[in-house]
């Protein structure tokens, strides 16, 4: 249990934690508690990136289990992107048939841990944009010291266009330029919070606000403040108050954007029927 916790705001105040690991062990014990204490939180949604494989359709379970609340994401994480992946890819691409998957992620390059050598990990990235393009979803990129490689990597592939995450945004201002020119959202979860996180902050300031996104990150990176939990859902509203503070915005108007720019982001697949021009763009 989490000594504390928000209270429950007004409707106007209503989160989507755009990034969380529900589906990972540490929630094992109590995760319908978790899913609890983020709907008295105010956070309405929640979405679950894969991984890997497993973590993927457990992803997809969790989120046929709670329709509307959580969303899942099917992906391999640079941790799990050596050697041969084309098996994992063929089987991202069937989870991917189901409607419930709302995104590819998370992929991406991370030169920080260096799981694995940069081609390796670059290849499963590759193979990641063009499922999702293919499948016309949005990416949830995962890129830790490794900005420049990310973006070479996308432009390579073909994209001058991508509707995507760049989840837990970790760099400065310049890092993220080029991530906004391609048309993505920006992610921001309690790293922000952090004492040494002041080039990060001064990012988070210049961000436009329709490309904002907060996210938890959960169990990871909880809030400076109980920094040593476990983090969870609920608390994404951590991100989210630092970010109206920073910005000298109502703290409502950060609510409503991220909300809005999570909803437009991973709501789902248009309708079978609707018009090509419903479609979220391409
Ligand atoms: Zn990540
Ligand atoms: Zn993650």
Not at 17 to 22: E, F, G, P, Q, T
Not at 114 to 137: D, N, S, T, V
Not at 188 to 200: E, K, M, Q, S
């Amino acid at each position: 249990m989490p000594d504390t916790l928000p209270a429950p705001p007004d409707p106007d105040a209503v989160l989507i934690d755009s990034h969380a690991h529900l589906d990972f062990r540490p929630f094992d014990e109590d995760r319908d508690t978790v899913l609890e204490h983020a709907a008295a939180a105010g956070v309405a949604g929640i979405v679950n990136p894969g991984v890997d494989v497993a973590s993927s359709r457990r992803a997809l379970a969790l989120a046929a289990a709670h329709p509307g609340v959580v969303r899942a994401a099917a992906g391999i994480h640079p941790m799990g992107s050596g050697g041969n992946v084309a098996d994992a890819l063929a089987a991202l691409g069937d989870l991917a048939d189901d409607p419930r998957v709302v995104a590819v992620g998370e992929t991406g390059l991370d030169l920080f841990k260096k799981y694995h050598p940069l081609a390796e990990q670059r290849a499963c990235f590759a193979g990641q944009l063009r499922l999702a393009a293919e499948r016309r979803l949005p990416v949830i990129i995962h890129c830790r010291e490794a900005f420049a490689e990310t973006l070479a990597a996308v432009r390579a592939e073909g994209f001058s266009q991508l509707r995507g995450v760049l989840h837990c945004f970790s760099g400065r201002w310049q890092d993220a330029v080029g991530f906004l020119e391609l048309g993505m959202h920006v992610g921001f979860a309690a790293n922000l919070t952090y004492p040494r996180a002041a080039a990060l902050r001064e990012a988070a300031v210049r961000i436009p606000l329709d490309r904002l996104l907060v996210e938890t990150d959960a169990p990871y990176l909880p809030p400076q403040k109980l920094r040593g939990q476990r983090n969870e859902p609920a608390f994404v509203r951590a991100a989210a108050v630092l970010l109206a503070a920073l910005r000298r915005a109502p703290a409502a108007e950060i609510a409503r954007a991220t909300t809005r720019n999570a909803l437009a982001l991973f709501g789902g697949r248009p309708t079978p029927g609707a018009t090509e021009a419903a479609e979220p763009g391409s």
